[in-house]
């Protein structure tokens, strides 16, 4: 079946460094690809999305590019912040057109002052 | 942007009891709600597939006589937790998705089972 593969946390930064998250993914068909964001304590924002190849989906400064010839979707962002620090989630959806999500295990990033 | 509202945040109770949690689109009309679960430092776990007036599609090894599911309205989706039991402490989280949404999520709800 589809599933989606993270690496593994918690990654730690200074503020203003440079972060990648690694994302690669297997499934069958043509799946959009998401990060969601989630604060302690709350449920999941949407944070970009790409449904195609080669689309990048950005916000906030964050961004990632869908590439089917690698099955990658790696989260990056040129300059975090302490408001950053939050668990960041990489997911597809099938192509059952129910949306069903399928989530990697998430990634806890921690940025320090 | 959308709207997803989960009630309630937090609840705690006492073993055999049982536990409604509401999920409801507030902005738009959610076709399809789905029920997660979240154990501590996990990914989430789908538990449920459910579209409106239709009988909820389980993922396997979850009990549906103990997460029974109701989605009676395009806004409305709950999630009765029956019997509870300390194992079934958790955060569970929903979402709705419908015509040109993409799932948006609740805030979740953390349920404690003393």
């Known amino acids: 079946g589809d599933s989606v593969t993270q690496m593994e946390g918690p990654v730690t930064l200074s503020e203003e460094a440079f972060l990648t998250i690694n994302c690669t993914y297997t499934?069958?068909?043509?799946?959009?690809l998401f990060w969601y964001v989630q604060y302690p304590g709350e449920g999941l924002q949407l944070l970009l999305k790409?449904?195609?190849?080669?689309d990048k989906g950005s916000n906030k400064g964050f961004e990632a590019t869908y590439r089917k010839e690698t099955t990658s979707f790696h989260l990056e962002k040129g300059s975090v912040q302490v408001s950053d620090s939050a668990v960041y989630f990489c997911?597809?959806?099938?192509?059952?057109?129910?949306?069903?999500?399928?989530f990697g295990t998430g990634t806890r990033l921690l940025v320090s002052p | 942007g959308a709207v997803v509202s989960q009630h309630p945040s937090r609840v705690i109770c006492k073993s055999g009891t049982s536990v409604k949690i509401e999920c409801r689109s507030l902005?738009?009309?959610?076709?399809?709600m789905f029920w997660y679960r979240q154990f501590p430092k996990k990914s989430l776990m789908l538990m449920a597939t459910?579209?409106?007036?239709?009988?909820?599609?389980?993922e396997q090894g979850v009990e549906k006589d103990k997460f029974l599911i109701n989605h009676a309205s395009l806004t409305l989706s709950t999630l009765t937790v029956t019997s509870a039991h300390p194992e079934d402490s958790s955060f569970y989280i929903c979402?709705?998705?419908?015509?040109?949404?993409?799932?948006?999520f609740g805030d979740g709800t953390r349920l404690s089972i003393l």
């Open positions: 979402s709705a998705s419908g015509q040109n949404q993409p799932q948006h």
């Open positions: 499934a069958t068909g043509y799946p959009s």
């Open positions: 790409a449904t195609k190849a080669d």
């Open positions: 997911a597809l959806s099938d192509s059952t057109g129910f949306q069903k999500l399928v």
């Open positions: 902005d738009f009309q959610a076709t399809t």
């Open positions: 459910s579209n409106e007036g239709s009988k909820a599609t389980y």
